[in-house]
Protein backbone atom coordinates (compact mmCIF):
# COMPACT_ATOMS: atom_id res chain seq x y z
CA UNK A 1 0.00 0.00 0.00
CA UNK A 2 1.05 3.38 -1.23
CA UNK A 3 2.46 5.36 2.15
CA UNK A 4 3.25 9.13 1.81
CA UNK A 5 5.16 11.14 4.70
CA UNK A 6 5.94 14.95 5.02
CA UNK A 7 8.00 16.64 7.02
CA UNK A 8 10.16 19.85 7.57
CA UNK A 9 7.69 21.97 8.27
CA UNK A 10 7.71 24.48 11.50
CA UNK A 11 8.09 28.07 12.19
CA UNK A 12 9.82 30.58 9.88
CA UNK A 13 10.25 34.33 9.99
CA UNK A 14 9.28 36.07 6.75
CA UNK A 15 12.29 36.26 4.87
CA UNK A 16 13.75 33.00 5.99
CA UNK A 17 13.60 29.32 4.59
CA UNK A 18 12.69 25.52 5.12
CA UNK A 19 12.96 22.80 3.12
CA UNK A 20 10.20 20.07 3.11
CA UNK A 21 10.34 16.50 2.41
CA UNK A 22 8.09 13.86 1.09
CA UNK A 23 9.43 10.39 1.99
CA UNK A 24 6.81 7.68 -0.34
CA UNK A 25 6.93 4.03 -0.42
CA UNK A 26 4.97 1.20 -1.66
CA UNK A 27 5.09 2.64 -4.61
CA UNK A 28 7.27 2.44 -8.13
CA UNK A 29 9.02 5.92 -7.03
CA UNK A 30 10.73 6.89 -9.87
CA UNK A 31 8.01 6.10 -12.62
CA UNK A 32 5.08 8.39 -10.75
CA UNK A 33 4.84 12.17 -10.58
CA UNK A 34 4.79 14.06 -7.93
CA UNK A 35 3.31 17.43 -6.28
CA UNK A 36 2.80 19.75 -3.47
CA UNK A 37 -0.26 21.49 -2.39
CA UNK A 38 -1.32 23.96 0.47
CA UNK A 39 -3.96 24.38 2.12
CA UNK A 40 -4.37 27.65 4.45
CA UNK A 41 -7.06 28.10 6.48
CA UNK A 42 -10.45 28.59 5.12
CA UNK A 43 -8.81 28.26 1.87
CA UNK A 44 -8.75 25.27 -0.36
CA UNK A 45 -6.50 22.52 -1.05
CA UNK A 46 -4.10 24.40 -3.92
CA UNK A 47 -1.28 22.91 -5.92
CA UNK A 48 2.35 24.39 -5.36
CA UNK A 49 4.68 22.81 -7.65
CA UNK A 50 4.97 19.69 -9.20
CA UNK A 51 7.67 17.87 -10.72
CA UNK A 52 7.77 14.64 -13.60
CA UNK A 53 8.68 10.98 -13.19
CA UNK A 54 12.57 11.92 -14.57
CA UNK A 55 12.43 15.47 -13.02
CA UNK A 56 12.60 17.09 -16.33
CA UNK A 57 9.15 18.91 -16.31
CA UNK A 58 8.03 20.62 -13.09
CA UNK A 59 5.08 23.28 -12.55
CA UNK A 60 4.91 26.12 -10.00
CA UNK A 61 1.93 28.29 -9.04
CA UNK A 62 2.39 31.71 -9.59
CA UNK A 63 2.34 32.94 -6.33
CA UNK A 64 5.70 30.69 -5.74
CA UNK A 65 7.44 31.25 -8.61
CA UNK A 66 11.22 31.84 -8.35
CA UNK A 67 11.18 31.21 -4.61
CA UNK A 68 10.11 27.92 -4.15
CA UNK A 69 12.12 25.09 -6.11
CA UNK A 70 10.61 21.47 -6.64
CA UNK A 71 13.18 18.61 -6.40
CA UNK A 72 13.67 14.62 -6.20
CA UNK A 73 15.96 12.14 -5.44
CA UNK A 74 14.46 8.56 -6.69
CA UNK A 75 17.96 6.97 -5.62
CA UNK A 76 16.22 7.98 -1.81
CA UNK A 77 12.56 7.79 -3.04
CA UNK A 78 11.87 11.19 -1.79
CA UNK A 79 10.35 14.41 -2.62
CA UNK A 80 11.74 18.08 -1.51
CA UNK A 81 10.34 21.57 -1.63
CA UNK A 82 12.86 24.34 -0.75
CA UNK A 83 11.07 27.07 0.12
CA UNK A 84 12.68 30.41 -0.05
CA UNK A 85 11.86 34.24 0.60
CA UNK A 86 8.83 33.30 2.76
CA UNK A 87 5.96 35.22 3.53
CA UNK A 88 3.30 35.07 6.00
CA UNK A 89 0.59 34.40 2.71
CA UNK A 90 2.95 31.22 2.63
CA UNK A 91 1.20 29.80 6.01
CA UNK A 92 -0.47 26.59 5.74
CA UNK A 93 -0.14 22.81 5.88
CA UNK A 94 1.59 21.68 2.52
CA UNK A 95 0.57 18.12 1.63
CA UNK A 96 2.77 15.41 -0.45
CA UNK A 97 0.79 14.04 -3.56
CA UNK A 98 2.21 10.87 -4.99
CA UNK A 99 1.39 9.51 -8.75
CA UNK A 100 -0.70 12.11 -9.76
CA UNK A 101 -0.83 12.90 -14.44
CA UNK A 102 0.81 15.21 -15.58
CA UNK A 103 -0.69 17.03 -18.90
CA UNK A 104 0.44 19.75 -21.06
CA UNK A 105 -2.50 22.43 -22.65
CA UNK A 106 -1.54 26.03 -22.88
CA UNK A 107 1.34 24.70 -19.97
CA UNK A 108 1.80 21.90 -18.09
CA UNK A 109 -0.40 21.33 -15.12
CA UNK A 110 -0.84 18.61 -12.40
CA UNK A 111 -3.90 16.64 -11.49
CA UNK A 112 -3.52 14.66 -8.13
CA UNK A 113 -4.17 10.87 -7.23
CA UNK A 114 -5.61 9.54 -3.91
CA UNK A 115 -2.56 9.53 -2.20
CA UNK A 116 -1.34 11.91 0.23
CA UNK A 117 0.60 12.50 3.20
CA UNK A 118 -0.77 13.64 6.32
CA UNK A 119 0.75 17.39 5.74
CA UNK A 120 3.12 18.96 7.71
CA UNK A 121 2.34 22.70 9.03
CA UNK A 122 4.23 25.68 7.71
CA UNK A 123 3.95 29.11 9.68
CA UNK A 124 5.52 32.52 8.15
CA UNK A 125 5.73 35.02 10.82
CA UNK A 126 5.63 38.76 9.67
Known amino acids: QVQVVESGGGLVQAGGSLRLSCAAS????????MGWYRQAPGKLRALVAA????????HYADSVKGRFTISRDNAKNTLYLQMNSLEPEDTAVYYC???????????????????WGQGTQVIVSS
Open 97 to 115: NAGGKIYHSASYDYTPSDY
Open 51 to 58: ISSGGSIT
Open 26 to 33: GMIFSINH
